[in-house]
């Protein structure tokens, strides 16, 4: 999984299902944080038009063909509603953002699609703890790493 995550930090491009204009919400958090940190951020919100002054895309299927990558911040049954609009796109890398006691985006069915269409998939952890950490996100890294509940590269 270590490779994964490596590949999601190296690309700069990246789109993110679930983005919010609510500044309460996760995914208008972890696009601000990626944004400012260099990131070609893609919100792709079927309900919006712009995020954050960022074009909206209603769906996977209508991002630009350089992003590889997607994270979900959406509950698992809209992952399970979603995933199958990755076919026929270039996206080679999912991240599936695992919410505050919960799975989150996780969903073993959206899992399994992946597996069976060469989509490498990251899931259970906070993308913030690793894109790069820093402040809480940095102190939770450790915590996790600690308890040894990383992916076992990191322990």
């Known amino acids: ?63 630009p063909p350089d992003v590889k990558g997607v994270i979900y911040c959406v509950p698992s ?18 991240w599936m953002h695992q919410g505050e006691g919960g799975k989150g985006a996780y969903s073993a069915a959206a899992h399994e699609f992946c597996k069976q269409n060469g989509i490498s998939v990251v899931y259970g952890f906070c993308p913030m703890m690793f894109f790069p950490p820093v402040g809480i996100h940095k102190l939770h890294f450790l915590f996790k790493k600690w308890g040894k509940k990383l992916p076992a590269e990191y322990t």
């Open 77 to 94: 049954t809209v992952t399970d509603s979603v995933i199958g609009e990755l076919s026929d796109t270039g996206i080679r890398r999912v």
């Open 1 to 63: 999984m270590k490779a994964v995550i490596g590949d999601f930090i190296k690309d700069k491009y990246v789109a993110l299902v679930g983005a919010s204009k609510s500044s309460h919400k996760f995914g208008n958090a972890l696009l601000r944080m990626l944004t400012k940190k260099g990131y070609i951020v893609y919100p792709v919100n079927p309900k919006e038009q712009e995020i954050e002054g960022l074009t909206c895309y209603a769906s996977v299927k209508d991002l």
